[in-house]
């Protein structure tokens, strides 16, 4: 609830004037004007510092888009009050990987983020970049873009190899690259670091990334390393090879000397389930060797990738290969067509329902819409629910893991517009999985520390004014795998750098999302 202190008549009249205005013009009314100020106090707040320490009851003074003052005080004649009212008060949470950005530019007020509080969002990850323009230029062209048009969330990146490897490489990637090819991404990589990006992220299960060489991704978090950027992965495999895919990011974590993370960690594969304490016995064993091993997960059973990931040598001809996937990997009742290029009416069913509709083996069909999609260059993607709810607990504990969404605007998948709440629901009040100050910790400074940003994630005096008030007790996802499209509830409110972005619902018309730079390139 906002309260103002004094509003004359002389401001009366000038709104009502405005008010008049506003169907020739970009002007808004000076209530607006007034909300959207980054001088506030937040009242009665009961605050969580995103450190993980117990809350407590305070007042938040807020200047300039910082936090200046915490404590108990009396606000000043012209203060803008937002009487919090004993709600939960956090850091707003960051997303350590997003593909949000992919539609930003069309929708720079997220209401999929924002309705379940993320304020910053990190793009460039599975090795992949969206274009801000087409095709890709670079980062700081993505940055540029965004600084010309902001969006009402902060936006950082990671380098993207995937894309470094098809500007390179062209059609010619299934093989190891050479010298000269190799150089030129490090030549790309260091000027999207010079730009300010996080650090090397890789998409090894995804062509084309899928046929590069331990090797040359080593060489590449060479150059990250040397900008005191990290390294997140997406791992070569999450089923038939994890242990291998694992052990190749401790590799390049050890042979780089760079911090690396592992994405959106998970076990998909039936034969797998509950081997989450095993993975993180050899994760904590490469900590104690002085390895920076971090990781990061959302609270789903299923994922969503191109169906080609399920043929991981990828000969769509290979019967046998098909047969042990449908069977061991992922049964044809749990895989569910998000999208296939010039087949709408496929969206929507499983594999296992498509194959009686066209009276077909689910293991020939697989193969078809493969083989189909490879010659004809179609997009195709699925979602797979094959992931086992206590290995999902499991890794949730880690005290390295940080939540994210790995999802989009208004996503096919639940985990666009219900991650963080869905873990503060289930995992934290309904579960007890883990508390809820360290839930905040998972989704603010945990993240921060991981992804190298400086200056958020943190209710401190001196940290930026991201913030997001909320309901602990009636917060609450809403989107299912059945129906994606439904928005989180339970937020209050949203500051993003000191600005109201979301009042209980609504998003403002404020947009005053910034770039995130690395905290080596910057003086944030």
Known sequence: MITFLKIDMKTLITGLCLLLLASCGEQIDPIEQEAFSSTWIIKNALVYDGLGNEPVNADIRIENGIIVDIGIFEAQPNDKIWQANGLALAPGFIDPHSHHDTKLMKFPAPESALAQGITTIVSGLDGGASTFGDPFIS???????????????????????????????????????????????????????????????????????????????????????????????????EDIKVTEAIDEVLTIAREANISANISHIKLAMYALHGNATHVLEKLNKAREEGLDITADIYPYDGWKAPMAILMPERDYTDRPAAEYSLSSIAAPSSITISDYDGEPSYIGKTLEELAVEKNMDP????????????????????????????????????????????????????????????????????????????????????????????NRGIIKQGYAADLVLFNPASIQDHATFENSLQYSTGIDAVWVNGELVWDKDTVTSARPGQIIRRYNANND
């Open 139 to 237: 980062i700081a062209h993505n940055y540029s873009v965004f600084e010309e048009s902001p969006a009402a969330i902060n936006l950082a990146y990671f380098a993207p190899h995937d894309t470094y490897r098809e500007i390179v490489m062209g059609d010619d990637s299934k093989r190891a690259a050479t010298p000269d090819e190799l150089n030129q991404m490090a030549e790309m990589l260091r000027r999207d670091l010079d730009a300010g990006a996080l650090g090397l992220s890789t998409g090894l299960e995804y062509e084309p990334s899928l046929y590069s060489t331990t090797e040359e991704v080593i060489e590449l978090a060479k150059v990250a390393a040397q900008y005191g950027g990290k390294y997140s992965s997406h791992i070569r495999s």
């Open 363 to 454: 293991v020939d069909l697989m193969m078809q819409l493969l083989q189909r999609a490879e010659e004809d260059n179609l997009k195709e993607r699925v979602i797979g629910r094959n992931i086992g709810e206590q290995d999902i607990q499991t890794f949730m504990q880690w005290p390295y893991t940080a939540i994210t969404t790995d999802g989009g605007i208004n996503d096919s998948h639940p985990r666009g517009q219900g991650t963080f709440s869905r873990v503060l629901a289930n995992y934290v009040r309904d579960k007890n999985v883990i508390s809820l100050s360290e839930a905040i910790r998972k989704m603010t400074s945990l993240t921060a520390s991981n992804l190298g940003i400086s």
